[in-house]
């Protein structure tokens, strides 16, 4: 590793953006993420600290700036050192309701038991 750049999966790796550098590499050749506003289109591209990625991830476009290079993959805490999110990606909506289950009225779905044994009476076949 040279002191003035990293390859792009390895970074993207190491700042927890991607759970393994093979990931990382299938997005970098993949040709979906920008460099300060260019195409990469191989994950041996040299990232150095001030450089801006533009990548989906998930739903969400993520925008960031390279703060640091790093030199290992290290807890989350740690990796949110190595960038500065510039377009944080907004809060999930809330969870729809559901609505709370209401009493039936009488006389709506299927009868009870003491309905069926009344029908049964009605219709003579009890005894």
């Known amino acids: 590793m040279s002191e003035d750049g990293l390859r792009l999966d390895k970074w ?3 700042a927890c953006f991607c759970k ?5 590499a299938a997005l970098c050749t993949g ?6 506003g260019r195409v990469v289109a191989k994950a041996s591209q040299t990232v150095r600290a001030g450089d801006v990625l533009t990548f989906p991830l998930g739903p969400h476009v993520r925008v960031i700036e390279i703060g640091a290079l ?3 993959r290290g807890p989350a805490m740690e990796a949110q050192t190595l960038y500065r999110d510039l377009d ?5 909506p809330p969870a729809p309701t559901i609505p709370a289950i209401t009493e039936r009225e009488p006389g709506a779905g299927r ?5 069926r044994r009344a029908i049964d009476k009605l219709m003579g076949e009890g005894s």
């Open 70 to 72: 790093g030199t290992r």
């Open 111 to 115: 009868p009870t038991k003491a309905d």
């Open 31 to 36: 040709g979906r993420i920008r460099l300060s």
């Open 88 to 92: 944080p990606p907004l809060a999930r």
């Open 12 to 14: 993207l790796w190491f």
């Open 20 to 24: 393994s550098r093979s990931i990382a």
